[in-house]
């Protein structure tokens, strides 16, 4: 039975405190602390075909689970040298295998207090992770195949990436200072010079060129850094013979249009050894899945974001590339059962294609790309395990390499499709380093399939799968962000009216794969909510669509205060998933609402006995008509009308989350829906509005508004009418990380950022403010960012209001009371 993430936590927490004295053998315990751990993720050895002590090569695994993991236990005191246990661990899972079945693809070298976490058929040159013992319950995640689950490893480079982001910005900064050259120009002189000092890192530029040349201009100032770096990047970009003898002897060529115009900037001395301190640094230790990201903030055309504080973290990425790239193949391989079936899968690898139609400074791309090499190499490593098993010579099976160039992508930014292509070009020396492959890096692979445009306008390449993070402008701002054509150009092409900009993403996507395909991208949470839901993930799920995994609602890494939801599917698969996983559990179909099938009440339908009795406060659509205290008083005190009829206290959602007697603190004129003749009747009032408010109304698009100037934009006639023989009525904030209520005098005009309820009696009032509807109102209403968005058309009058019998009713309506005397004491 699968069990919550935070359950497993608090279980691996008493387990570490449990084992955390242990001071004793590796045999006499291993096995009931490896029973201990399966139980803390909710797993039963017997169950599962778990066996302990499996002979092999004159020893024992202390572990084995066939297809999924090997445990290699050793004592506590072994903890730091765990390094020298490494070969036999290793060893033991390359015999593992079989033709039958692979070998499993993790290994666990643990010695009570410590964990080497590793996956030998991916990395087989240094472990995925490592832990203590005391750190496991932060950890749970890289051990989440005890529980059946996909593990996440993260290496934390972030800093190693700022600090290299730094000193990189540092430079252009002051580049951009001086106007040593246009922007563009010093952004490509930026990526060159990123791009030289990975590549001798790396041995690609030999003997140090770049920093060489550094070297030398720091030390003579007659040398000219335009002759010199120059000189080096064009040699970078043509085949043209080299010199004999010299520093540029042994230059190699590399093109791939990333020289395609040599940056030529003069660097004074104080650049100079800014830009050869910078080569100091360690670049093969820079992460690309981010530095693109925080170099694309820091240089980007609207430098709209602090260094650092926007970039996707590798393990929200995972979650999408996980189960829309890699799992699928981990299962394809697995199937393999002859060398024939590894061909063919090779085969169809080689031209497997990914698609990232939002791809921003690349980061998706990069993760996608990095675990299909691995997966490669995974692949490699089965055949050889069925050469060896069948008696066979081993020998290179596979021929074919998975071609960068099957990374596609679209964005609008050019210098961010500049950092896409980069990252790739990084990752590819990168996953041939890190698996050992022999294979050429130079030329640099044509990236052009990585292009500028605007994704929804053009036409996408065919793909396999389809992967990123669409942009979030939300429905009410895209007039403001894109422009009224843009808008109405939407509106046209999809047919679904102004949604939030995500929605089109996720249609697009499902309507351009073939099946078979698949697809994974994250999205506003809104997507899961009323109007954007129809559009996208209902649109998919109607067409052939099954959702195989998703996250309901989470933080996103990638942009401040905004709750996403993450969407993974196949469209018209083959044979439906057997079951999905929504939220780190098992479930056995996941709805359009991103919810198991039990729980979805995306469908709830509204009541005939709830209507007419919520709605959204008026909308005036005129600063104009608000009044200070003084102002009001002053009106007040004129002797020629009852100015409190058309003057009211006008109550906002602050006044009912910030005060304590939830009372307005200011003031509105509201003529209601009176004719301007009527209004006429309290002249200091319409004369406030007339050269307050018609001015702004005079300029407004709907004619409306502005032929009827004097009275608010949205003046809710049916509110009025429901509130009009009540003595109180019910307001709460239309928007916030909790819904709150408050009783208000029918004198109060509400504003649009709150909610009436046109209910007088204290039931009422504990049944909006109970938990049931709490829960039933954040279901059912959309988002803006963290907050909730009370909708009363979807949360109210879809609620099934209770029929609790008369002493249960008194008794709701007794806690109401005491609930608002508590607050306002």
Not at 133 to 148: I, Q, S, V, W
Not at 276 to 287: G, H, I, P, Q, T
Not at 507 to 526: C, P, Q, Y
Not at 675 to 681: D, S, Y
Request: proline share 6%; aromatic share 10%.
């Amino acid at each position: 039975m699968a069990i919550s993430g935070e359950e497993v936590r608090r279980r691996l927490r008493e387990f570490a405190a449990q084992w955390g004295g242990y001071r004793g053998s590796e045999r006499a315990e291993a096995q009931t602390f490896l029973n201990g751990l399966l139980e803390c993720y909710g797993t039963s050895r017997r169950e599962a075909g778990v066996r302990f002590e499996e002979a092999q090569d004159g020893g024992f695994i202390d572990m084995v689970w066939p297809s999924v993991c090997i445990f290699e236990m050793k004592r506590p005191s072994e903890a730091d040298r765990l390094d020298a246990h490494r070969a036999q661990a290793l060893r033991y899972w390359q015999r593992s295998g079989t033709a039958r079945q692979a070998a499993p693809p993790y290994v666990v070298l643990c010695a009570f207090h410590r964990f080497e976490v590793w996956q030998p058929g991916a990395v087989y040159t240094e472990p995925r992770t490592t832990f203590d013992l005391a750190e496991l319950p932060e950890n749970l995640d890289a051990l989440a195949f005890l529980a059946g689950r996909e593990p996440l490893f993260v290496a934390d480079q972030s800093e190693l990436t700022r600090e290299a982001v730094v000193l990189v910005t540092d430079l252009y900064d002051r580049l951009r200072e001086r106007r040593a050259a246009d922007a563009g120009t010093l952004r490509d002189f930026v990526l060159q010079a990123i791009w030289s000092m990975f590549a001798e890192d790396l041995q690609i530029l030999p003997r140090q060129l770049f920093t060489q040349l550094l070297d030398a201009l720091v030390s003579d100032p007659g040398r000219s850094s335009v002759d010199e770096l120059g000189r080096l990047f064009r040699y970078l970009a043509e085949p043209a013979p080299r010199p004999e003898h010299g520093l540029y002897a042994d230059t190699p060529y590399a093109n791939g249009g990333l020289f395609a115009t040599p940056a030529e900037v003069h660097l004074e001395p104080d650049e100079l050894e800014l830009l050869r301190s910078a080569c100091d640094f360690d670049w093969k230790r820079v992460e690309p899945a981010i530095f693109g990201a925080l170099l694309q903030g820091a240089l980007g055309r609207e430098r709209q974001w602090a260094l650092g504080a926007h970039y996707t973290s590798e393990a929200d990425i995972l979650k999408i590339v996980l189960p829309t790239v890699v799992e699928p193949w981990r299962e394809r391989i697995a199937a393999c059962t002859t060398l024939a079936d590894v061909g063919a899968a090779q085969a169809d690898l080689a031209r497997y294609v990914v698609l990232d139609p939002a791809c921003g400074s690349g980061n998706f791309l990069y993760v996608a790309y990095r675990e299909l090499r691995r997966l490669e190499a995974s692949l490699r490593r089965r055949a050889t395990d069925m050469r060896r098993s069948a008696g066979l010579r081993e020998q290179e099976t596979l021929a074919l390499h998975f071609p960068l160039t099957n990374m596609r992508g679209i964005e609008a930014d050019p210098f961010a499709v500049s950092l896409a292509r980069l990252s790739l070009w990084m990752g590819h020396k990168l996953a041939v380093d890190e698996l050992e492959i022999d294979e050429r890096v130079l030329p640099l692979a044509d990236l052009s399939g990585i292009r500028r445009g605007d994704a929804l306008r053009v036409a996408w390449p065919r793909a396999d799968a389809i992967v990123g993070n669409p942009p979030y402008h939300g429905s009410q701002q895209i007039r403001g962000e894109l422009g009224d054509d843009y808008a109405e150009w939407l509106r046209r092409e999809f047919g679904v009216g102004l949604k939030d900009y995500c929605v089109y993403w996720f249609r697009k996507a499902h309507d351009h794969l073939e099946d078979g395909g698949r697809a994974g991208l994250v999205g506003t949470n809104s997507i899961t909510q009323n109007r954007a839901r129809g559009p996208s993930l209902q649109w998919i799920v109607e067409n052939g669509g099954v959702i195989t995994s998703a996250v309901s609602k989470q933080p996103w890494s990638g942009e401040a205060v905004v709750n996403v939801s993450i969407a993974n599917w196949v469209k018209r698969p083959a044979e439906p998933p057997p079951e999905a996983l929504l939220d780190g559990r098992v479930v056995d179909v996941i709805t359009s609402s991103l919810r198991p099938l039990d729980l979805d009440v995306s469908n709830a339908v509204q009541l005939h006995s709830n209507r007419d009795h919520a709605f959204q406060g008026p909308i005036p659509a005129g600063a104009g008509f608000l009044l200070s205290e003084t102002e009001a008083n002053e009106l007040f005190d004129r002797p020629e009308a009852h100015y409190s009829d058309v003057v009211r206290p006008y109550l906002v959602g602050e006044d009912i989350t910030d005060d304590p007697l939830q009372r307005p603190r200011r003031y509105i004129v509201d003529f209601a829906t009176r004719p301007l003749q009527e209004a006429r009747l309290w002249p200091a009032a319409l004369e406030l509005v007339e050269q307050r408010v018609r001015p702004i109304r005079a300029t407004n698009a709907r004619r409306a508004y502005r032929d009827r100037w004097w009275i608010f934009a949205e003046a809710r006639p049916g509110m009025r009418a429901a509130l009009a023989s009540l003595h109180r009525y019910i307001a709460g904030i239309a928007q916030g990380k909790r819904i709150l209520f408050a009783w208000q005098e029918p004198w109060t005009c509400p504003s649009n950022l709150t909610n009436v309820f046109a209910f007088a009696d204290d039931y009422a009032m504990g049944v909006l403010s109970s938990a049931i509807h709490s829960h039933w109102a954040r279901d059912q209403s959309s988002t803006l960012r963290v907050d909730i968005r009370y909708t009363p058309t979807s949360a109210f009058e879809t609620f099934p209001w209770p029929d609790p019998t008369p002493d249960r009713r008194e008794q709701i309506a007794s806690l109401a009371r005491s609930m608002i005397e508590r607050r306002q004491a």
